[in-house]
């Protein structure tokens, strides 16, 4: 079975800082994905950025990027130029590449933004 | 992105009676919905997979007579609690499988709170 593992349940940094969530992973498959979400105060579920496994390259999304270390299992998500707007819930989260797998989430990163 | 949305975003209902949920996918197509719990500073616990046209699959420990699950087209899955008791208070979240080119993206609802007392 697969499994996603966060070990930070809380961070802080302050504005404008960089800030760095962990995540590993445990799988046996070779295709998948792996996924950033961020749940705001409403609660909606947010794609942040999408990593494809086959793909080396680490996914970017402006301020938004990954370290993805496929060997390692470990996928973490670099905030640079921390706003107030991202302070959330941080789940990492991991999908088999079949198309109607389901997606399984990490117990989440509470990310606080310090003015 | 496409829009999935849920309905109603909260509820309160007495302990005994049941309430349904509804999910729909507004401007796509979804063979594939699925159903999350979420407890109050916790992860999402997926509940169940439904798909268009065929019975629902739970996950371990999810009771299916609790839980029914309807997925009658292809823009609406619906949840039913029945017998709602206060320990099935949370937050409901669902999520629609889009189809994009040879690959599929998920798309959540923005979330059903049900207080049961």
């Known amino acids: 079975a697969q499994t996603v593992t966060q070990s930070q349940p809380e961070m802080s940094v302050q504005e404008a800082e960089t800030v760095t969530l962990s995540c590993t992973y445990d799988?046996?498959?070779?295709?998948?994905?792996l996924f950033w979400y961020k749940q705001p105060p409403s609660r909606q579920m947010i794609l942040v950025i999408r990593q494809e496994a086959y793909k080396q390259q680490n996914a970017t999304e402006n301020r938004f990027s990954v370290n993805f270390q496929k060997a390692a299992k470990s996928f973490s998500l670099k905030i640079s130029d921390s706003q107030l707007g991202d302070a959330a819930m941080y789940f990492c989260?991991?999908?088999?590449?079949?198309?109607?797998?389901?997606?399984?989430f990490g117990k989440g990163t509470r990310l606080h933004i310090l003015p | 992105g496409a829009v999935v949305s849920q309905h109603p975003s909260w509820v309160i209902c007495k302990s005994g009676t049941s309430v349904k949920i509804e999910c729909r996918s507004l401007d796509f197509q979804a063979t594939t919905m699925f159903w999350y719990r979420q407890f109050p500073k916790q992860s999402l616990m997926l509940m169940a997979t439904s798909n268009e046209g065929s019975k629902a699959t739970y996950e371990q420990g999810v009771e299916k007579d609790k839980f029914l699950i309807n997925h009658a087209s292809l823009t609406l899955s619906t949840l039913t609690v029945t017998s709602a008791h206060p320990e099935d208070s949370s937050f409901y979240i669902c999520s629609a499988r889009a189809v994009r080119g040879t690959d599929t993206e998920a798309f959540f609802g923005q979330g059903t709170r049900l207080t049961v007392v």
């Open positions: 989260a991991y999908r088999n590449r079949r198309r109607d797998d389901k997606i399984i």
């Open positions: 799988t046996s498959e070779s295709d998948y994905y």
